[in-house]
């Protein structure tokens, strides 16, 4: 992995000039150093894929790009220019859209409200709702993301995850300019889904925006990324260009590397014969549910969930 | 969430089949007002079969007066819990914008008008000190304003008893200003055999601009998502704090309103008056849809709970029922109404 930081450099060195760029910023609480050191750059045009396991500063590091909290060591710079918001409509306003994990949106309001919360087109000496051309943009956005509502006055949150994560996604780049911060936005999405959602990621890559991509699914961020940072306990400790590493890789670092290899020795050690050589298949997984049993009754329950 | 990976087909561009648009009567149904729609109709209904006075049309004027002082107040308050907030103040706020205009002219001397310009100062101060200081500590609001109901009500009778020697502020009717603040706060319009008084147009008027503020304007979608979710508000840079501490002060500036009608209608204020009923102005509220929660809510239901409390206030005297039960049938309609509030919402949701 030290070898992989080192690099950092050459890829710095090519000719396209990073939209934004984090240079070695910290953020504390207090005594406790959420973020350290992190350097990333962002680049039009391309997406950069930050994984982590849980509190690996992922959060912290969007809250501060997103102007939800100010860091507290080293420097931001967007388009060249030292920048630090104050507030998240000031990042919107610096071009800087989010799509956070909770979605921000409000779960009694309708589809086509939340859709254009806080940037509301209106009309009029009155300064009226324009109501119709709202819902209109609304839908055309959601249709090109794939998904069709044919209510829009209903509360969003009726509808499923999948969908409130689509009217998210389609929201933040219907009004993101420059950069657009996904977090986790294929953490709670079907397979489809999903697929639809990292489609949509390359659609706003190919508009010439720079995409930061937060996930811990090495296999959806080697599907789309083009730069890859791993965080760990508020550190970097991988960045690597897309050409400098192989799917197996990522994999393994995003999985904690040597780390994993401790805990499959432990783990043997503890329970012989129970552990799992790398590669081999579980039987047990592939187990396929009897009709009428009691998981299958659990599974379909979650189902109807989902749908409703 | 390994489940959602067998929700198959709202993925397809051409329309999800699942979701069929809803029809009118549903759609209607799960609007917030009906359930007070509902109870206005049964209580009208009520009354005009028991209470003879009641099918009077002279008395319209008289029920729909009593509404409006609720009403005057029930709408800033549903707009308050609309944006996730209570304001257990308004009750005493309204006396204290009366008593200040009243005590401020009268020690001085003044022109009425000044005290009245002075309340209203007052009264949008009391208001952006509840929601200063509510954001400030993040204390819930119910803490922050039973604060202030108290030191309110305290101070209403301590600065009264100081100025006066009384606890009612002086007659006023003699000062300068006197009759020309009396014509906009207290006056009367006959409308064919119905005497309207002033308030129930202040009434109409603020239902009106409150909910085309609420349902037709920025502002209006921004107080929904304070209230429905702060945060997921904040956001996407909706300016929250600003948006709350406007409603506390339009819950002041109705304060203002009512204290004003309160004073230029009796000539003075009493200074213990008003405790209790920021519970009725919540209850209209809540009678009119709003939920306790936050973020979901009517204006127009508001009005209507109102409605409901002035056609009950007289319908028992009407009726001539001894109206010690008043409160006993409020009690009962807050819950008939917000539990077919409920049921409805849910049976039209299912649909």
């Known amino acids: ?308 | 969430m390994t489940v959602t990976a067998t929700e198959p087909t709202s993925a397809g561009a051409a329309g999800d089949d699942r979701v069929a648009a809803r029809a009118l009567a549903p759609r209607l149904l799960s609007r917030p007002e009906v359930g007070s729609l509902i109870g206005a109709i049964v209580i009208f209904l009520l009354f005009m079969a028991v209470a003879e006075p009641f099918r009077n049309v002279a008395n319209v004027g008289t029920i729909l007066y009593g509404a409006s002082t609720i009403g005057i107040m029930a709408v800033p308050v549903a707009l308050l819990m609309i944006g996730g907030e209570f304001d257990l103040s308004t009750g005493v706020a309204v006396t204290t914008s009366g008593l200040s205009a009243s005590l401020f002219a009268w020690n001085f001397g003044l022109n009425v008008w000044v005290g009245i310009i002075l309340a209203l100062a007052i009264s949008l101060a009391i208001g952006a000190f509840n929601g200063w200081l509510l954001l400030k500590t993040g204390l819930p609001s119910f803490l922050v304003t039973l604060g202030t109901l108290f030191i309110l009500q305290g101070v209403n009778l301590g600065v009264t008893r100081l100025l006066t020697g009384n606890v009612a502020s002086s007659d006023i009717t003699d000062m300068d200003g006197f009759a020309s603040a009396q014509k906009i706060f207290g006056s009367e319009v006959t409308l064919g055999p119905v005497n309207l008084k002033v308030t129930v147009l202040y009434w109409f008027l603020l239902t009106v601009i409150a909910a085309y503020v609420l349902l037709r304007t920025r502002m209006g979608n921004w107080i929904f998502a304070v209230g429905g979710d702060a945060a997921a508000a904040r956001a996407v840079g909706v300016p929250v704090r600003a948006t709350k501490v406007a409603l506390f002060m339009a819950a002041g500036f109705c304060a203002w309103l009512s204290g004003m009608h309160l004073l230029f209608q009796f000539n003075t204020v009493q200074s213990g008056e008003g405790v209790g009923k920021e519970f009725i102005f919540i209850i209209a509220a809540v009678i009119g849809g709003c939920l306790l929660t936050g973020g979901y809510g009517s204006v127009v239901g508001a009005s209507i709970g109102a409605l409901i409390f002035g056609m009950t206030q007289l319908g028992i005297n009407y009726a001539g029922w001894n109206p010690d039960w008043f409160k006993a049938f409020l009690g009962l309609m807050l819950l008939l109404a917000t539990i077919v509030n409920m049921y409805v919402k849910k049976k039209a949701d299912l649909r």
Request: glycine share 12%; hydrophobic share 40%; proline share 4%.
């Open chain 1, 1 to 308: 992995m030290s070898t992989a930081t080192s690099e950092r450099d050459l890829v710095a060195g090519r000719p396209d000039a990073p939209i934004l760029e984090l240079d070695n910023v910290g953020k504390s609480y207090g005594n406790v150093h959420a973020l350290r050191g992190v350097s990333v750059k962002v680049r039009q045009g391309e997406v950069t894929c930050v994984l982590g396991d849980n509190g690996a500063g992922k959060s912290t590091l969007i809250k501060i790009i997103s102007g939800l909290h100010d860091y507290t060591d080293g420097a931001m710079t967007l388009n060249g220019a030292p920048c630090r918001f104050g507030s998240p409509r000031a990042a919107q306003a610096s071009g800087i859209a989010t799509v956070y994990q909770d979605l921000a949106l409000a779960p009694l309001m309708s589809v086509w409200r939340n859709f254009f919360l806080g940037n509301e087109i209106c009309k009029g000496p009155f300064r009226v709702l324009d109501i119709d051309k709202m819902k209109r943009i609304c839908h055309e956005e959601l249709h090109r993301m794939g998904i069709v509502i044919t209510d829009l006055d209903r509360p969003v949150g009726g509808l499923s995850g999948g969908q409130r994560q689509c009217i998210a996604i389609a929201r933040a780049i219907y009004f993101g300019a420059k950069v657009i911060i996904l977090d986790e936005p294929t953490a709670a999405l079907g397979v489809k889904q999903s697929g639809v959602a990292l489609r949509y990621i390359i659609k706003a890559r190919d508009a010439g925006l720079g995409v930061i991509f937060i996930t811990h699914n090495p296999q959806h961020a080697y599907l789309v990324g083009d730069h890859f940072v791993i965080l760990k306990l508020g550190r970097v400790v991988l960045d690597a260009h897309r050409d400098e590493l192989t799917l197996t890789q990522l994999t393994t670092e995003m999985a904690g590397g040597q780390e994993l290899v401790e805990l499959s020795a432990e783990l043997r050690g503890v329970e012989p014969g129970k552990a799992i050589e790398s590669g081999e298949v579980v039987p047990d997984r592939g187990e396929t549910l009897a009709p009428g049993s009691k998981k299958e009754a659990a599974a379909r329950a979650e189902d109807d969930d989902e749908k409703a």
